[in-house]
């Protein structure tokens, strides 16, 4: 059973940083794009980061430079490194992976307050 299970979210105040992890079980991991997706409260879910199977990232432009994305396909985990966080930086975080088929996380939660 496909399994990918999100980690390292929390709470932060602004300007902090956090680190989510998402690893992947019972896929070929190697092969799969992997993307970050979060849903803030009220909204739809909007795309964060993707990471092509040979690396390649894309970013939404309003936080590149921010947020990097990242994946080891030697633990089979892809990584969204969150630096100067902001309160609309809130949301529930979401791994995303694609290629033969589509696999959701569960979701972290983010929240970014004072």
């Known amino acids: 059973q496909v399994q990918l299970v999100e980690s390292g979210g929390g709470l932060v105040q602004p300007g902090g940083s956090l680190r989510l992890s998402c690893a992947a079980s019972e896929i070929m991991f190697s092969m799969y794009a992997m993307a970050w997706y979060r849903q803030a409260p009220g909204k739809q879910r909007e795309l964060v980061a993707d990471?092509?199977?040979?690396?390649?990232?894309n970013y939404a432009a309003s936080l590149k430079g921010r947020f990097t994305i990242s994946r080891d396909n030697v633990k089979n985990t892809v990584y969204l490194q969150m630096n100067n966080l902001k309160p609309e930086d809130t949301g529930v975080y979401y791994c995303?992976?694609?290629?033969?088929?589509?696999?959701w996380g569960q979701g972290t939660q983010v929240t970014v307050s004072s």
């Open positions: 995303y992976a694609y290629y033969r088929a589509k696999y």
């Open positions: 990471i092509s199977s040979g690396g390649r990232t």
